[in-house]
DNA sequence: CTTGGTGATTTAGACGATTCAATTGGGCGC
DNA sequence: GCGCCCAATTGAATCGTCTAAATCACCAAG
């Protein structure tokens, strides 16, 4: 009743395991008739190799590790699917884990991925210096840091998030607006950091231009409707006239609360998200995004780790970086005065 | 270099390679004192567990595969963290897997699954009836079918499909809609059959009402904007007044594609999705959707699972069935006539 | 009829953790 | 001082697969 092994395999046909083994790994050498013998065992038993088995053996295994911030965020999902489409080209297989941005999660899943002695992990850290990912990093698990620039000592595959702040932060000044909001998650997260970092440095550049920062916690649509009604709420003199949300699904959220509050998009208050998701083009008022190459990115990324994991000892570590773009819709699409 | 195995810890700290077993699986019989010195060497060490030795040991694995249709799919997702909330609890991991409504895929996935020996897997299937899959089963993996109902042999958890189709279509009818469209994914498809034929139900029952059914392989933002595309450009004689879309990214995508065309949601289209993802209600115009309990479901199959696992021989295949509601928002809430 | 060679198959260890029966050592009672 | 018992520890077998080395069978050449 119990899965079959190789060794009933072999009784069954008549041969020793080590000839199941060679009919499974190198058929060619197998004679074809015991070759047929054994095929047809294996199919009348209903074997099915045991990876446990095969990964101790071998010493390592066929999965790579994919831990993203939020599985729900569109962007991460084609970041996956980019990932996984080369993996299958290896003959790998993902493992895509969600840490929330929770690092406590994220710590669980690194332990599980570890344990189970992955290829190489693919991460978009909470936070790329938590002496975990170190300590990981140095027992020998390849990583590789994506949507996120590595210093040294790792690969890393990333989008230039000052560039995107700055594009998003120059369209805005150019559009006339005078009071702007920056709304991210964690100023922590590095990305965030960034992109702030970014429309901070041409709103410095600008004259008469002031930039006011909101911190949520969380960046999802929920948090961006909460952030909305609050912005909405401030005095119209002082209320900012546009704001650049570090990522699409905040931006919708809070496209949701100026409709609510009867703020009027983009007369009132200009919107300008990032990720350039599908929803993104599809909302209330279309919304002008700052797009990044997503699959892109995880399709690089898994070429490094396969990259790493091949070439051993001769490789080096690379941080590839691409370049994000503004697409602008309807949500700014408006000249003040 | 390599990672070390218990039996450098246990060189290391002085004592048999069973006492470092003992100390990591039953501390509470290894003296203190040496308790103490193999942690020591442990963390010393750097020494991390072979979850595949482990598994080859014990003989079961202590992961679970869930595959769905679609990861980008937010009623997915949030499945896949009901599943994955419930596995946490019971030292499981989950492997997420995606289809992408490709039975290739499916195929391949579950393969991968099998070849690991995952305790069990939670599936939506793209075809419940697919030898391969009843085959696994046989084989032994047990499989809980999840928003899809098992006939017999098998766990189930559910939604009505039929009644959420019978309550988009009644709230249609009444609100005086005549021509009513239905758009959905492979006909194929359980789900998008059951949510038809309920849809067809009513309005078989209702007087002078036509049902004009139009089907897409893809269930995507994309393709329902290219549908609504179709739909609006029909003569507004024959055009349908509402639409029922079986899921809320078609949804979201015809929504688009009216406003596009310049027909007004809800007084020239009414349009009532499924899911009722977040997008939904921050959506241009929110969307009437029968929403499904997603988390409840993953928790739900989730439980089932381990049911089956732990309790063996004396399990009893049961299939739950949840209740969809209709959530009516704007899109829908216009009175015909 | 023996020797050599070739191609096909078998044998025998790993791989790392777990478990259980077997052993050791120390303390205590008599 | 002897024996006994219990706690602590050890040693060996096991899980399923892979691989390198060893063996086997068979045939051709000498």
């Given at each position: 009743m119990a899965t079959p092994s190789i060794k009933e395999v072999a009784h069954r046909a008549g041969v020793s395991v080590g000839t199941v083994s060679n009919v499974l790994n190198?058929?060619?050498?197998?004679?074809p008739a015991t070759r047929q013998r054994v095929q047809d065992s294996i199919s009348a038993l209903g074997f099915v190799r045991n990876e446990a088995a095969r990964h101790l053996r071998a010493g390592k295994s066929r999965t790579v590790g994919l831990v993203v911030?939020?599985?729900?965020?569109p962007f991460f999902t084609d970041l996956a699917e980019g990932a996984e489409a080369l993996a299958y080209e290896h003959d790998t297989v993902v493992m895509l884990c969600n840490s929330k941005t929770d690092p406590v999660r994220e710590g669980h899943h690194l332990d599980q991925l570890e344990q189970q002695r992955v290829l190489g992990i693919l991460i978009t850290p909470f936070?790329?210096?938590d002496p975990r990912l170190t300590a990981l990093v140095d027992r020998g698990t390849p990583v590789v840091l994506v949507d996120r620039t590595a210093d040294r000592g790792l690969c890393s595959v990333s989008v230039d998030d000052q560039l995107g702040g700055r594009l998003a932060g120059n369209h805005l000044i150019e559009s006339g607006h005078r009071r702007i909001a920056f709304i991210g998650g964690p100023f922590s997260m590095q990305q965030v950091a960034d992109r702030m970092a970014g429309i901070k440095t041409v709103v410095g550049q600008a004259d008469h231009v002031d930039l006011q920062e909101f911190e949520v916690d969380v960046t999802g649509v929920v948090e961006g409707r909460a952030i909305g009604e609050k912005v909405a709420a401030m005095p119209a003199k002082s209320r900012p006239t546009a704001a650049f949300l570090a990522n699409d699904l905040l931006a919708l959220g809070f496209l949701q609360a100026m409709a609510v509050a009867g703020?009027?998009?983009?007369?009132?208050m200009a919107i300008v998200g990032y990720d350039d998701i599908d929803f993104a083009r599809a909302a209330a008022v279309p919304l002008s995004s700052v797009r990044q190459p997503a699959e892109l990115l995880g399709r690089s990324a898994m070429e490094l780790l396969q990259e790493e994991v091949e070439a051993a000892e001769r490789h080096r570590h690379r941080q590839v970086i691409f370049q994000p773009d503004l697409i602008v819709r309807e949500s700014s699409d408006f000249k003040r005065r």
């Open positions: 190198r058929p060619w050498i197998v004679a911030l939020d599985v729900a965020n936070d790329s210096n703020l009027r998009v983009p007369r009132d």
